[in-house]
């Protein structure tokens, strides 16, 4: 299935490096998500874009930074990280309806780990 | 009391037995309710929608109680590719008008065994 792509799959980086992580969807989809899935708990809802505008940013730190360019590309842009940011970071994307059908479509994720 | 809670399990289970699985909201006023299936390593996929009058795909079965505050999965005949972490998923209707935010349970892992 390539309907959301993520790269890379994996990330290993030092807490000094800046990294991004890409997201694309194919779906013809108006929102986009960063969610973080950490090891015996919930996934976690971390910014939400819409028509490219950021309508939710769920008090994420500043060194976590993303952008969209367009409806079909999310960036996630990371520095100065700390090993507790290690995780599952989980890209998805919906029509963007804000009904309650509108149905959320995950990647395959990038697993990170902070050094 | 946490928004949406699931008994984490395992549940193992020997192939053809049905089982099921509840989950617990917190707000009143959610609007929509979803069970995600997610692989060992592998993104959440959607496994139904779920509905007031209650709602049948195939072997799985989904239903809502909304004066409990509960949902519930039923699985018959379980095969052995059914082994994975059900998420029990709920859009919380937001005051600020947002409906995007789905809030996820911590899962259910179902093992089930030849």
């Known amino acids: 299935e390539t309907g959301v792509t993520q790269t890379p799959r994996h990330l290993v980086m030092g807490m000094t490096n800046k990294k991004s992580l890409k997201c694309e969807q194919h779906l013809g989809h108006n929102a986009m998500y960063w969610y973080k899935q950490s090891a015996k708990k919930p996934l976690e809802l971390m910014f939400v874009?819409?028509?490219?505008?950021?309508?939710e940013n769920n008090s994420v730190p500043s060194r976590f930074s993303p952008e969209c360019p367009n409806s079909s590309h999310l960036f996630l842009h990371l520095h100065t990280l700390q090993p507790e940011d290690s995780a599952l970071y989980l890209c998805?994307?919906?029509?963007?309806?804000?009904?309650?059908?509108?149905?959320?479509?995950f990647g395959p994720g990038t697993r990170l780990t902070v050094l | 009391r946490k928004e949406v809670e699931q008994d984490p399990g395992p549940f193992n289970v020997p192939e053809g037995a049905t089982v099921a699985f509840n989950c617990t909201y917190s707000n009143s006023a959610s609007q929509s309710f979803f069970w995600y299936r997610q692989d060992c390593r592998k993104e959440p996929k959607l496994l139904m929608s779920v509905y007031s009058s209650g709602n049948e795909d195939g072997r799985f079965t989904a239903q809502l109680n909304r004066a409990s505050q509960y949902i519930s999965l039923l699985i018959r005949d379980s095969k052995l590719s059914d082994s994975a972490t059900y998420l029990c998923?709920?859009?919380?209707?937001?005051?600020?008008?947002?409906?995007?935010?789905?809030?996820f349970g911590k899962g259910t892992l179902l093992t089930v065994n030849p």
């Open positions: 874009y819409n028509f490219k505008e950021q309508t």
């Open positions: 998805a994307s919906s029509r963007g309806q804000g009904s309650g059908t509108d149905t959320q479509y």
């Open positions: 998923v709920v859009r919380p209707r937001n005051s600020g008008g947002s409906n995007y935010k789905l809030t």
